[in-house]
């Protein structure tokens, strides 16, 4: 049975949706993430709000790169190591930036 708890739980779910409908209408987070080089295929990263969804992890909620790697793929959000997150979390600095100034 999967351990349910803040991060695998289901209201953790809403709430992300919830973040993502305060974000401008006319915000293209796949766009931006293309343009910034953040999404270069999509194999593990789905698309940008994924991307976001990583950065915000890694950044505001302080996880560390293995621990964020641990929770996505816990999450079933992404499957990537750290370094693989790295990777990717350098390409997001900028649109992501803009977004969240």
Do not use: C
Request: aromatic fraction near 4%; charged fraction near 25%; glycine fraction near 8%.
């Amino acid at each position: 049975m999967r351990r349910m708890d803040s991060e695998t739980h289901p209201h953790f779910d809403i709430a992300w949706r919830e973040l993502l409908s305060l974000l401008p209408a006319n915000l293209d987070l796949d766009q931006s993430a293309r343009e910034h080089g953040a999404l270069k295929r999509r194999r593990v990263v789905r698309d940008g709000a994924t991307m976001l969804r990583l950065a915000l992890a890694y950044g505001p909620a302080g996880m560390s790169l293995r621990s964020g790697a641990a929770w996505a793929a816990g999450s079933d959000i992404a499957h990537l190591s750290d370094v693989g997150l790295l990777k990717r979390l350098k390409g997001a600095t900028e649109p992501y930036r803009r977004i969240l100034a």
